[in-house]
């Protein structure tokens, strides 16, 4: 009995990882094959970038100015309060600017992506496009992968820099240090494969976030209570994975550059 | 390159191919049989009119006609196309021929009336201004065409399944598939909806396949034609039946009745027998 359940268990999971490796490779083949859904990617390119911005700024702000907070006492122990500004611009490029933007992209979008193609999947929509003739990979999937891929990567960059200058007001309003020194740390101490780390996380983020809520959006069986269970699964499942990969991706980049 | 020129070449019907044919098709889910070895033909002009109690895979049936599910076995040939193992991109060009009005409708429920009707022939990229005729004649068909500007959620449940029915025969397709297209209606919308199948059955003769538990509706297709004139459906004489209208029954996973409306009302089976009373 146990091993019937779990290999019933265990084909439910290939079966899962082999519809979203198809689901996801088949919508990002669509995209040099037309017709091409330029519009489709512009106005989800708005939803998903543009109307994650307030939230992306929040973010950063709030959390450069809690780092800087908590650490410039750290630093002061060891009378080095001055490199505060080094210590959030690392933080921030490195790590906390790519995870957490794409946490808030992924609690925002992942869940819509799923909810709404899941709405669509259960009320037969999915199969009335199909019938009339669109591949709905490559209309519904296609131009949310792109979007968030290419939005996501620019969010991030927003939210570096609100989180240094947030980092900035603590340190020179709160802490009274000075400023000059502080964006002087916060940038000379920056190098190449700092920022290429910081660059190439939100690209692999976004694409975790668009094909999961996608996944369980197209996949969504069991009418309205199916489309809550997908929408939860996608933002779970995609915070997870945002942060095992962070650490994958981190591991490989000082694997690279040394640093 | 152009989807036009990936596109098949889809061979144009002759009169007498049959527009549907199901041979030795099964199907089952998570390892239940749904549907055991039907067979059956839909021939240019017919309308077949598919019965069977609730949850007795007949909507299985119907989407497995258009493409959009695939048998366990068995050949599915539509225009003389085998569709059981063609590719998507290939049967996105084939439906272009074939009309389905869903269970619910399935409307875009963000697009309006306008647009959902218009919306094949404008992926097709056809100029604006044909565009907005053929709708217009659409939603005039099922006498809808006040509607254009208004969204889904702002129509009753028949009106959304006439618009439904003017998605559908937008394109002038060769076959038309309807699901249940009654379904969850009262009795008097169900009856305008079923004047619109008799209509497009009558006018235009296009071969379809109509899913149904609902043995009036059944039986006023069977017994009614469209009078042009009058604009609407009108009783054949008594003792008579449309004869391009045939049944189709499915009990319990089985095709077990395939003939004419006589047939059915005269058949001695013990399951037809309780089912029809």
């Known amino acids: 009995m146990a091993i019937a359940t779990l290999d019933r268990a265990a084909k439910k999971g290939v079966t899962a990882v082999q519809e979203y490796a198809l689901i996801s490779g088949r919508a990002l083949s669509n995209l040099f094959r037309r017709p091409f859904y330029g519009a489709d990617i512009f106005t989800q390119a708005d939803i998903i970038g543009v109307g994650s911005i307030p939230i992306v700024i929040l973010t950063g702000f709030f959390t450069g100015g809690v780092l800087a907070l908590q650490s410039a006492s750290t630093l002061a122990q060891f009378g080095a309060a001055a490199v505060t500004g080094q210590l959030v611009s690392f933080s921030m490029i490195k790590e906390l600017g790519p995870v957490l933007t794409s946490l808030m992209v992924s609690g925002r979008n992942a869940s819509g992506m799923a909810s709404e193609l899941g709405s669509m999947m259960v009320t037969e929509q999915i199969d009335a496009m199909r019938a009339l003739g669109t591949d709905p990979l490559k209309k519904l999937v296609m131009p949310r992968i792109v979007a968030t891929v290419v939005m996501l990567f620019f969010l991030t960059i927003i939210s570096d820099a609100i989180g240094i200058l947030g980092g900035a007001a603590v340190s020179v309003f709160l802490l009274g240090q000075d400023s000059s020194q502080y964006f002087h740390n916060a940038y000379q101490s920056l190098r190449y494969a700092d920022l290429v780390q910081g660059m190439v996380k939100p690209l692999i983020f976004g694409l975790i976030i668009a094909t999961i809520g996608c996944y369980y959006g197209m996949t969504t069986r069991g009418g309205t209570q199916g489309v809550g269970r997908s929408t939860t699964q996608a933002v779970v499942v995609s915070s997870v994975l945002i942060i095992a990969s962070d650490f994958v991706i981190s591991r490989f980049m000082i694997g690279i550059f040394g640093r | ?277």
């Open chain 2, 1 to 277: 390159m152009s989807q036009a020129a990936v596109a098949p070449e889809i061979p144009q019907r002759t009169d007498d191919e049959p527009a549907v044919v199901f041979e030795h098709v099964s199907i089952g889910f998570e390892g239940k049989s749904v549907l055991d070895d039907i067979s059956f033909t839909v021939k240019p002009g017919e309308t077949r009119v598919l019965l069977g109690p609730a949850g007795v895979g007949k909507s299985v049936l119907l989407k497995m006609a258009d493409g959009l599910m695939r048998p366990d076995t068995g050949r599915i040939t539509v225009f003389g196309e085998e569709i059981s193992s063609m590719p998507e991109q290939q049967l996105f060009a084939l439906r272009g021929r074939i009309g389905i009005v869903f269970q619910e409708g399935a409307l875009f429920d963000s697009l309006t009336v306008r647009d959902n009707v218009a919306y094949r022939l404008i992926e097709e990229r056809i100029p604006e201004e044909e565009i907005n005729q053929r709708v217009v004649e659409a939603l005039r068909f099922v006498e809808l065409e006040h509607t254009l500007d208004k969204f889904p959620s702002e129509l009753s449940g028949g009106m959304r399944r006439r618009v439904a029915i003017a998605r559908a025969i937008v394109s002038r397709p060769d076959l038309l598939l309807y699901d249940s297209p009654t379904g969850g209606l009262d009795p008097i919308t169900s009856t305008t909806i079923i004047e619109l199948v008799i209509k497009q059955r009558d006018v235009y003769h296009t071969s379809s396949l109509l899913v149904t538990h609902r043995l009036q509706d059944a039986f006023v297709l069977a017994s009614h034609r469209f009078n042009r004139e009058a604009n609407k459906m009108e009783p054949l004489p008594e003792g008579q039946s449309d004869p391009q209208t045939s049944f189709l029954v499915l009990n319990e996973g089985k095709l077990v009745f395939d003939g004419s409306t006589h047939e059915l009302v005269h058949s001695d089976d013990p399951f037809l027998k309780e089912y029809l009373s």
